[in-house]
């Protein structure tokens, strides 16, 4: 069957700024949705007691603000409890309040309290007092692994780039994790200017760190620019936009701000750390340590775009689009990650029901970048979503306007473009566009599929949709859709057994699909399994099939498939003589 899901184009650009390296032979030792205030609302009995309960509920469903609010009125009707101020105190610094250093002081052995602290010792310049309260931590879970970053990063604030060193050397030298700490080790290095140190740790970062990071990329270019390199500088950072939307929008930015080292100070070194080992942890389920980290950074650098996005993505997966949009609107709209803000403002937009606003923002971003397909194929990714098919080809073309010469990286706008069209009933330019889309990257297993599919619906090139889907089954043997694809054009060319095969098949790998389990019920009925076939029918009614699906699915319980009982009458009158 065809899965009319067109790749994710973004690439995921907050993931890509957690960490400078991948981390993830790091060992370590959820969420709710928009609507946890209410739910928190409803049960919400009255006093000091009734708030505790409330701000529970809202804890448990990550609604920072409303639970910090009910944790601290429960605190001010009872401030003798230990329990209480310590839940206040991390609602409180969950959602980023002044309160949190209050309440901080009062918390002598509670690690993020400590923490805190550490960070407005920092920030003074009370390096020997944020030394201290570090060291007294228990090293264990992600502390054990955080530590000596922060660690170096004071020694570094008080002038001590030797001893910083020092401290993550063994680690850099480590079996484990030694990318994590080259980046931190290579960062202190340059800002003592020890520049070779510096490129030689980077390196090892490098060699560490898996797939495209553009953190990574924009420190190593920040470098080189300010070596004398700025050509090539400038060269690495615009490769990176061939990774996605989000990278392709922001390397403008990036580019004009090379000569500005990324990490400047200790402080902001802190910061760094904290966004290291929050992408860590959000890697390993563990995102509510991985947010608590991020208000950390965030302490320490309000304007730290890159922990925003984190931040924002986190309580997006959580299904807190509000919260997430109110993080990203607090970017500085001058902010070279600015334009990448913007594309995830729409997307939130449009997951809270504000379609219009969302069209408005990519709109404004197809002005502001008169050049780049990104904002319009995100528009007509948006409109297709919503079953605007002719709209989303209109979006889409104006996108394919802006590209003079499309190369690989264009398959997915081509690919989206035959869906909208395919949809509008538009054939033979979805047609084009589907083996556009092959010509530019002829191993997409979604594209063989689709265009495969479609060739069997209609029962045409039935040989060539044969290989293509066989193609895309090698490269994606695991998915349900394109096996159901396979079993469906065998069934097409005769092959029962082959057919039957693939379809119990595809069954198996997508149980839930109403789809597959009907074309099943087909290919069981042709093969004369009638009582199965009905069995797989029934089944795909309860499975939320399609709305127009359901009348012909009903059809088949009553009598068959289209045409079946004519063939069987036509079946049983001997030939002519």
């Known amino acids: 069957m065809r899965n009319s899901i067109a790749p994710r184009r973004a690439a995921l650009l907050a993931l890509?700024?957690?960490?400078?390296?991948?981390?993830?032979?790091?060992?370590?030792?959820?969420?709710?949705?928009?609507?946890?205030?209410?739910?928190?609302?409803?049960?919400?009995?009255?006093g000091a007691f009734g708030a505790y309960l409330a701000g529970q509920l809202a804890a448990s469903e990550t609604d920072t603000d409303f639970a910090a609010r009910e944790f601290l009125r429960a605190l001010r009707s009872d401030p003798s409890s230990p329990e209480l101020l310590n839940r206040a105190f991390v609602a409180a610094l969950m959602d980023g309040r002044p309160e949190a250093i209050e309440l901080a002081r009062q918390l002598p052995d509670n690690q993020a309290a400590q923490l805190l602290l550490a960070g407005a010792d920092a920030k003074a310049g009370r390096w020997d007092s944020a030394e201290k309260r570090i060291r007294s931590l228990p090293r264990q879970g992600a502390m054990q692994l955080l530590h000596p970053i922060l660690i170096a990063w004071v020694q570094q604030g008080r002038g001590g780039t030797d001893a910083a060193l020092a401290?993550?050397?063994?680690?850099?030298?480590?079996?484990?994790?030694?990318?994590?700490?080259?980046?931190?080790?290579?960062?202190?290095?340059?800002?003592?200017?020890?520049?070779?140190?510096?490129?030689?740790?980077?390196?090892?970062?490098?060699?560490?760190?898996?797939?495209?990071?553009?953190?990574?990329?924009?420190?190593?270019?920040?470098?080189?620019?300010?070596?004398?390199?700025?050509?090539?500088?400038e060269r690495q950072i615009r490769a990176m936009a061939a990774f996605g939307d989000d990278f392709a929008l922001v390397t403008?930015?990036?580019?004009?701000?090379?000569?500005?080292?990324?990490?400047?100070?200790?402080?902001?070194?802190?910061?760094?750390?904290?966004?290291?080992?929050?992408?860590?942890?959000?890697?390993?389920?563990?995102?509510?340590?991985?947010?608590?980290?991020?208000?950390?950074?965030?302490?320490?650098?309000?304007?730290?775009?890159?922990?925003?996005?984190?931040?924002?993505d986190l309580l997006e997966n959580g299904e807190h689009y509000a919260?997430?949009?109110?993080?990203?609107?607090?970017?500085?709209?001058?902010?070279?990650?600015?334009?990448?803000?913007?594309?995830?403002?729409?997307?939130?937009?449009?997951?809270?029901?504000?379609?219009?606003?969302?069209?408005?923002?990519?709109?404004?971003?197809?002005?502001?970048?008169?050049?780049?397909?990104?904002?319009?194929?995100?528009?007509?990714?948006?409109?297709?979503?919503?079953?605007?098919?002719?709209?989303?080809?209109?979006?889409?073309?104006?996108?394919?306007?802006?590209?003079?010469?499309?190369?690989?990286?264009?398959?997915?706008?081509?690919?989206?473009?035959?869906?909208?069209?395919?949809?509008?009933?538009?054939?033979?330019?979805?047609?084009?566009?589907?083996?556009?889309a092959l010509e530019l990257s002829p191993d997409q297993p979604y594209v063989l599929n689709y265009l495969g599919y479609s060739w069997v619906e209609q029962g045409r090139n039935l040989s060539r949709a044969r290989a293509m889907i066989e193609k895309a089954v090698e490269l994606r043997p695991a998915d349900g859709h394109i096996v159901d694809s396979l079993g469906w054009v065998l069934f097409r060319l005769g092959d029962m057994q082959g057919a039957i095969r693939n379809m119990e098949r595809a069954v198996e790998l997508s149980p839930r699909d109403a789809t597959i389990n009907d074309h099943l019920g087909d290919v069981y009925w042709a093969a004369g399994r009638k009582r199965e076939a009905e069995f797989q029918w029934r089944r795909a009614l309860n499975l939320n099939p399609e709305a127009d699906d359901i009348p012909k699915i009903e059809a088949k319980l009553r009598g068959g498939p289209p045409g079946a009982a004519a063939a069987e009458r036509a079946s049983a009158v001997p030939p002519a003589q």
């Open 252 to 312: 403008p930015g990036l580019v004009r701000t090379l000569s500005t080292p990324p990490v400047a100070t200790a402080t902001q070194g802190l910061a760094e750390g904290y966004l290291t080992f929050a992408g860590l942890l959000r890697s390993q389920d563990a995102s509510d340590f991985a947010l608590l980290l991020l208000r950390l950074a965030l302490d320490l650098r309000p304007d730290y775009a890159p922990a925003r996005l984190q931040m924002a």
């Open 16 to 46: 890509s700024l957690l960490s400078a390296c991948a981390a993830n032979d790091l060992p370590v030792g959820t969420a709710g949705a928009d609507n946890a205030p209410a739910r928190a609302a409803a049960f919400a009995p009255r």
């Open 167 to 233: 401290t993550l050397r063994p680690l850099v030298e480590g079996p484990r994790g030694r990318g994590v700490y080259a980046l931190h080790a290579g960062l202190i290095a340059e800002q003592a200017g020890r520049t070779a140190e510096a490129q030689r740790l980077y390196h090892i970062t490098e060699a560490e760190a898996g797939g495209a990071n553009l953190r990574l990329t924009q420190i190593i270019a920040s470098l080189k620019a300010r070596e004398g390199h700025a050509e090539e500088a």
């Open 323 to 436: 919260a997430a949009d109110a993080e990203l609107a607090r970017v500085s709209s001058s902010d070279p990650l600015a334009p990448a803000i913007r594309l995830r403002r729409a997307m939130l937009a449009e997951r809270m029901g504000k379609s219009a606003d969302a069209r408005s923002i990519l709109e404004s971003l197809a002005t502001d970048f008169p050049d780049r397909p990104e904002p319009l194929t995100r528009l007509g990714d948006l409109l297709r979503s919503q079953s605007r098919f002719p709209e989303a080809v209109k979006a889409y073309d104006r996108a394919v306007q802006r590209i003079d010469t499309p190369d690989r990286g264009d398959w997915p706008l081509f690919y989206a473009r035959a869906i909208a069209n395919e949809q509008s009933k538009d054939w033979p330019r979805a047609e084009a566009d589907f083996l556009k």
